[in-house]
């Protein structure tokens, strides 16, 4: 699983291994640098400079010191913008990839997914996964490459001392083989409860009139506060990890030392060894503990990296739509033919919704559907948009199962306007261009008269440039709705849908956008959902569904003729 992970992060840095050798470079230079100082002054200023009173070599050693500085700068610069460049390149890579998934992902994932938590796992995940990646990409390797360095000097100046100290840095590997675990699972929790922090503020801040309305404000705050509290609690239990991981990993190195100086020592006194040999022995083995240091620090960012990037991984590998229910074939201008063929449905295995639902609709025709809440009918529709799959029976369009048609070239058929308006927080313009981003200016306000909402945009301040609000909370919910109307009336597909489409409009507009509407059904299939009777007026086919079943079937005089639903309702609405 780890390995894995770090494969998979792996595969998103080679896009960019072209800077990884600018990366190393420079560091390395930075490095070297450092050193050159120390030895100007020492060997230089002080053995040739000083020692041999020469003056001679002071403008070099004053140019050298300064060049030194100057390079040293130029290459930790270079260094800082590459690492920049390649590290945010492949975070934006992944965050990218990352949100083009999510968007694939079917609708019936959003239905149990918070939102909050898909914009942690985009925003903050990914940021965790920056720190681990610039550990890894330089300090791991940098590292690496001086340890085995060192490591091969020291068996040089004494290869049975050598030997001993290989114990300490295997029992210093299995430490952070150990920690690693525990850091990524650590590290994991932190995460998650950030994610439900993320979820519980998008949801109360969206929701804030009812938090207000029904003075909640002290009780959101609690829950904030307990989940805040998660996240103090596990991230002080991941700082105690660290130190106890970095005084476990300080013990083991001052052990080799102390046993190197146990062992030595003896040996310098029998005439051995010299004692310049053990000096310069123990200043290699503290050379060594250097980048041993770092490496295990870097371990611990990088582990604390893949708790992160086990959250996004596990977002990557949910299955999208596309290889889960739709199919290769693209249609370009459907008649609107559709066939429901003895279909049956349910959100839940124990509870069907549709139940052997058959329906024909033919090209052009306009059919309305009703029925008691909770009876399906919006089921149908997220049914045809191809949000769900039938778990028995079959839908065609045009004589084509749906299952085989291209996703986006289905969903070009319809227009559909859903029983929960939703609007972006942008203009009203572009909150109707959404149905068809290249429209004209003219198209727009056609569509606009069409639902009845044209002579209202223009008392808008900007018109249609003014902005709607979050979610369009500066509009009416009968504006919200009419605007979604024309949303819906530009696309100009097919088949068109209504939802409760007017159910917020009053009825003297109502009777005004049923006029357009009769002019737009001309010639596309229209499935118009409603309670009120006022509104199915046009449609030349009614259903009753009933217990995710069609109940009564007729046009509006044969249904008042039966002893059905119909004819309750008609009389109920009636009386009113
Ligand atoms: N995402 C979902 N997950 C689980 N169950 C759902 C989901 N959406 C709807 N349901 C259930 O499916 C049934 C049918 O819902 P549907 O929305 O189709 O009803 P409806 O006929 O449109 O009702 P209304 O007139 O109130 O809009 C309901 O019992 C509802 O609780
Ligand atoms: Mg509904």
């Given at each position: 699983?780890?390995?894995?992970?770090?494969?998979?992060?792996?595969?998103?840095?080679?896009?960019?291994?072209?800077?990884?050798?600018?990366?190393?470079?420079?560091?390395?230079?930075?490095?070297?640098?450092?050193?050159?100082?120390?030895?100007?002054?020492?060997?230089?200023?002080?053995?040739?400079?000083?020692?041999?009173?020469?003056?001679?070599?002071?403008?070099?050693?004053?140019?050298?010191?300064?060049?030194?500085?100057?390079?040293?700068?130029?290459?930790?610069?270079?260094?800082?913008?590459f690492?920049?460049?390649?590290?945010?390149?492949?975070?934006?890579?992944?965050?990218?990839?990352?949100?083009?998934?999510?968007?694939?992902?079917?609708?019936?994932?959003?239905?149990?997914?918070?939102?909050?938590?898909?914009?942690?796992?985009?925003?903050?995940?990914?940021?965790?996964?920056e720190?681990?990646?610039?550990?890894f990409?330089?300090?791991?390797g940098?590292?690496?490459?001086?340890?085995?360095?060192?490591?091969?000097?020291?068996?040089a100046?004494?290869?049975?001392?050598?030997?001993v100290?290989?114990?300490?840095?295997?029992?210093?590997?299995?430490?952070?083989?150990?920690?690693?675990?525990?850091?990524?699972?650590?590290?994991?929790?932190?995460?998650?409860?950030?994610?439900?922090?993320?979820?519980?503020?998008?949801?109360?801040?969206s929701?804030?009139?009812?938090?207000?309305?029904?003075?909640?404000?002290?009780?959101?705050?609690?829950?904030?506060?307990?989940?805040?509290?998660?996240?103090?609690?596990?991230?002080?239990?991941?700082?105690?990890?660290?130190?106890?991981?970095?005084?476990?990993?300080?013990?083991?190195?001052?052990?080799?030392?102390?046993?190197?100086?146990?062992m030595?020592?003896?040996?310098?006194?029998?005439?051995?060894?010299?004692?310049?040999?053990?000096?310069?022995?123990?200043?290699?083995?503290?050379?060594?503990?250097?980048?041993?240091?770092?490496?295990?620090?870097?371990?611990?960012?990088?582990?604390?990296?893949?708790?992160?990037?086990?959250?996004?991984?596990?977002?990557?590998?949910v299955?999208t739509?596309?290889?889960?229910?739709?199919?290769?074939?693209?249609?370009?201008?459907?008649?609107?033919?559709?066939?429901?063929?003895?279909?049956s449905?349910?959100?839940?295995?124990?509870?069907?919704?549709?139940?052997?639902?058959?329906?024909?609709?033919?090209?052009?025709?306009?059919?309305?559907?009703?029925?008691?809440?909770?009876?399906?009918?919006?089921?149908?529709?997220?049914?045809?948009?191809?949000?769900?799959?039938?778990?028995?029976?079959?839908?065609?369009?045009?004589?084509?199962?749906?299952?085989?048609?291209?996703?986006r070239?289905?969903?070009?058929?319809?227009?559909?306007?859903?029983?929960?308006?939703?609007?972006?927080?942008?203009?009203?313009?572009?909150?109707?261009?959404?149905?068809?981003?290249?429209?004209?200016?003219?198209?727009?306000?056609?569509?606009?008269?069409?639902?009845?909402?044209?002579?209202?945009?223009?008392?808008?301040?900007?018109?249609?440039?003014?902005?709607?609000?979050?979610?369009?909370?500066?509009?009416?919910?009968g504006?919200?709705?009419?605007i979604?109307?024309?949303?819906?009336?530009?696309?100009?597909?097919?088949?068109?849908?209504?939802?409760?489409?007017?159910a917020?409009?009053?009825?003297?507009?109502?009777?005004?956008?049923q006029?357009?509407?009769?002019?737009?059904?001309?010639?596309?299939?229209?499935?118009?959902?409603?309670?009120?009777?006022?509104?199915?007026?046009?449609?030349?086919?009614?259903?009753?569904?009933?217990?995710?079943?069609?109940?009564?079937?007729?046009?509006?005089?044969?249904?008042?003729?039966?002893?059905?639903?119909?004819?309750?309702?008609?009389?109920?609405?009636?009386?009113?």
């Open positions: 699983m780890n390995r894995n992970q770090s494969l998979r992060l792996l595969i998103y840095v080679r896009h960019h291994w072209h800077l990884l050798p600018f990366v190393m470079v420079s560091m390395i230079a930075a490095t070297l640098l450092d050193l050159a100082a120390p030895w100007i002054t020492g060997v230089i200023l002080i053995d040739r400079v000083i020692i041999a009173r020469d003056a001679s070599l002071l403008p070099w050693v004053a140019f050298g010191l300064l060049g030194a500085v100057i390079l040293r700068q130029v290459f930790e610069f270079a260094h800082r913008y690492l920049a460049l390649l590290t945010q390149r492949t975070i934006h890579h992944l965050r990218c990839d990352l949100y083009q998934h999510i968007e694939g992902l079917p609708v019936s994932f959003f239905a149990g997914t918070p939102v909050g938590d898909m914009v942690s796992r985009q925003v903050s995940d990914a940021d965790a996964i720190e681990g990646l610039k550990a990409v330089t300090e791991a940098v590292h690496l490459v001086m340890v085995f360095g060192v490591l091969g000097l020291l068996f100046l004494n290869v049975q001392l050598t030997l100290i290989l114990p300490f840095l295997l029992i210093l590997a299995v430490v952070m083989h150990i920690f690693r675990r525990v850091v990524k699972g650590f590290s994991r929790q932190v995460r998650d409860s950030m994610g439900r922090l993320a979820t519980l503020a998008t949801e109360t801040l929701g804030i009139t009812i938090v207000k309305a029904f003075a909640m404000e002290r009780a959101e705050l609690r829950r904030f506060s307990g989940t805040s509290q998660e996240i103090l609690t596990s991230s002080v239990r991941l700082a105690r990890l660290e130190g106890y991981y970095h005084v476990s990993v300080e013990m083991i190195l001052i052990g080799s030392v102390v046993l190197v100086i146990w030595a020592a003896p040996r310098v006194l029998a005439e051995q060894m010299t004692v310049g040999a053990l000096v310069a022995y123990l200043g290699y083995l503290a050379r060594v503990q250097e980048p041993l240091k770092g490496l295990s620090k870097a371990n611990f960012r990088i582990q604390k990296a893949m708790g992160a990037a086990q959250r996004i991984f596990a977002v990557l590998d299955a739509e596309d290889s889960k229910f739709t199919g290769t074939v693209v249609l370009q201008k459907s008649r609107g033919h559709l066939q429901f063929e003895a279909v449905f349910g959100y839940r295995d124990d509870e069907p919704v549709l139940s052997d639902f058959s329906l024909e609709i033919h090209p052009g025709e306009a059919v309305a559907l009703m029925g008691p809440s909770g009876a399906g009918k919006s089921t149908i529709v997220n049914l045809l948009l191809r949000f769900y799959a039938p778990t028995m029976g079959r839908i065609l369009l045009d004589g084509l199962p749906l299952n085989g048609l291209d996703g070239s289905l969903r070009q058929q319809i227009a559909v306007v859903n029983q929960d308006t939703f609007l972006f927080s942008t203009t009203v313009g572009e909150n109707i261009l959404y149905g068809k981003p290249a429209a004209r200016q003219e198209e727009v306000e056609q569509a606009a008269r069409a639902a009845n909402i044209h002579d209202f945009i223009a008392t808008l301040p900007q018109g249609y440039d003014t902005t709607v609000g979050q979610r369009g909370v500066a509009l009416s919910g504006q919200r709705q009419r979604a109307l024309a949303r819906a009336f530009l696309k100009d597909a097919p088949i068109l849908i209504l939802d409760e489409a007017t917020s409009v009053d009825s003297e507009a109502e009777a005004l956008i006029d357009a509407l009769a002019n737009l059904m001309g010639g596309r299939t229209t499935l118009i959902i409603a309670h009120r009777l006022s509104t199915i007026h046009h449609a030349g086919r009614i259903i009753i569904l009933e217990d995710g079943r069609i109940a009564e079937e007729g046009s509006h005089q044969e249904l008042l003729d039966g002893r059905g639903l119909y004819k309750r309702l008609y009389d109920l609405q009636a009386l009113a």
